[in-house]
């Protein structure tokens, strides 16, 4: 009997069209992610049924468990100059502009602007755990109110969010532009959910004496009741 | 091509000029792309965070010499430490009891449907009418939305949520998405807390 000769093929498979897949969903999710902001702390929001979105500009003040908050704000424009203003009222000598830059990309902060100078010279990691380590904001209302951080970071925020878009309607008016007018930054708490909401209370208390009384409290999903 | 290299070679014989293969081996490239696919997948947040809504009123300077608004079809809701509930209806005095309930589907939500089933069975009503409506129609549904508006500030029901030092800030959320689902019309956070009587009232509960 003659031996069966098994043909010798090469296990060879045409991975052209597996690599154009793999970069089309690449590029796809490259385009289309948006990362998410580093945070120094980490909150555990409550959920809701609510299924209104997040509005597209935010002031975010961030609760932590233990009551401390930290703040940011989306667009970075605002955040400078709002930056820009509270270091003036209270006499801290000013950063230098790329100071502004880099301070503006950090994400939420929760440090007093007294730090700030200090803050900015640190490394990258080190920073992070200095933000860690900070005690957030204060927004001890005991004194004068216009002596409270959180309050003017409030009330330059809400002045600054007004010419903000004032400015923007503008130029969209010179451009002859479509408008958006959504666009407009809003007040948000994520808060975590074992905070007391006695904590919650009093900083949105802060928050009402600089006359916002708008708030969005950001949940988490949970899916609606039927019926 | 991912190609396994079988070895060989012609046995002998005629020496030919080697072909040189075209081919390429891409199983580093497929091993990048799905390395970078996998990447963005992974931190890629796709859900935006979604928001309940919550309007102060502005803090009023002379709270003493404001008008008390009168309130016939009242119940204060007290949120207070284990995420425990009490409720009592109408005008607090001496002979309020409260009543225990619990953030389940057959609790708070159960006490506030009853309460509310007016304006809930006024406004599905009007959810009726406005699905009938073309969408092309503006005015016909402006109108409708005048009438929940009207329908909405003509309820009676007013719902005080109270809270203590030790409720937590998901009790009160949980509470205001009880009242957002049960479609409550006029609904207030109280920042004063517990008045002294809810206090004790409160606490022999607690101990009982």
């Known amino acids: 009997m003659p031996k069966v000769k098994m043909p010798r093929s090469t296990p060879a498979l045409d991975m052209t069209p597996m690599v154009d897949l793999a970069f089309l969903l690449v590029t796809f999710f490259m385009l289309t992610s948006s990362f998410r902001a580093p945070e120094p702390v980490i909150v555990d929001p409550p959920t809701s049924t609510t299924e209104v979105q997040i509005p597209k500009q935010v002031f975010l003040a961030t609760i932590d468990a233990k009551g401390r908050v930290f703040i940011d704000i989306t667009n970075n424009n605002v955040k400078i100059k709002v930056l820009k203003k509270i270091l003036k009222s209270r006499k801290v000598a000013q950063l230098s502009e790329e100071d502004f830059k880099k301070f503006a990309g950090l994400g939420p902060i929760g440090i007093s602007v007294k730090e700030l100078a200090t803050f900015m010279e640190l490394e990258s990691n080190e920073r992070t755990a200095y933000s860690e380590a900070a005690k957030g904001i204060p927004y001890d209302t005991s004194s004068k109110i216009n002596q409270c951080e959180l309050y003017e970071w409030a009330l330059e925020t809400r002045l600054e969010a007004h010419n903000d878009f004032k400015e923007r309607e503008e130029e969209a008016k010179l451009k002859n532009m479509e408008f958006d007018k959504s666009n407009y930054i809003q007040f948000a708490i994520k808060a975590d959910g074992k905070a007391p909401y006695k904590t919650v209370q009093s900083i949105i208390a802060v928050f009402r004496e600089a006359k916002v009384k708008n708030f969005q409290m950001i949940t988490g999903l949970e899916s609606s009741p039927t019926n | ?208």
Not at chain 2, 26 to 49: E, G, H, R
Not at chain 2, 181 to 202: S, W
């Open chain 2, 1 to 208: 091509m991912a190609e396994l290299q079988t070895g060989g070679g012609d046995s002998g014989g005629k020496k030919r000029a080697k072909k040189q293969s075209t081919r390429v081996d891409m199983t580093p490239l497929v091993d990048l792309a799905f390395l970078l696919l996998t990447f963005f997948v992974l931190t890629s947040t796709f859900s935006k965070p979604k928001v309940l809504r919550m309007i102060f009123p502005e803090k009023l300077k002379d709270p003493i010499n404001q008008k008390v608004p009168e309130v016939k079809n009242g119940l204060t809701i007290l949120l207070t430490e284990n995420n425990r509930i009490f409720f009592y209806n109408g005008a607090l005095d001496k002979n309020t009891v409260l009543t225990e309930t619990d953030f389940s589907k057959d609790g708070i939500r159960k006490v506030l449907v009853e309460r509310n089933l007016g304006l809930i069975k006024q406004l599905q009503e009007f959810e009726k009418e406005l699905d009938k409506i073309p969408a092309a129609d503006t005015a016909a549904k402006s109108k409708v939305l005048a009438k929940v508006k009207d329908a909405q500030r003509k309820s009676t029901l007013v719902v005080l949520v109270k809270t203590d030092d030790k409720a937590t800030y998901k009790n009160m959320i949980d509470m205001m998405d009880e009242l957002l689902i049960t479609q409550i019309a006029k609904y207030f956070p109280v920042d004063e807390g517990f008045m002294p009587l809810e206090k004790t009232l409160v606490q022999n509960q607690l101990k009982s």
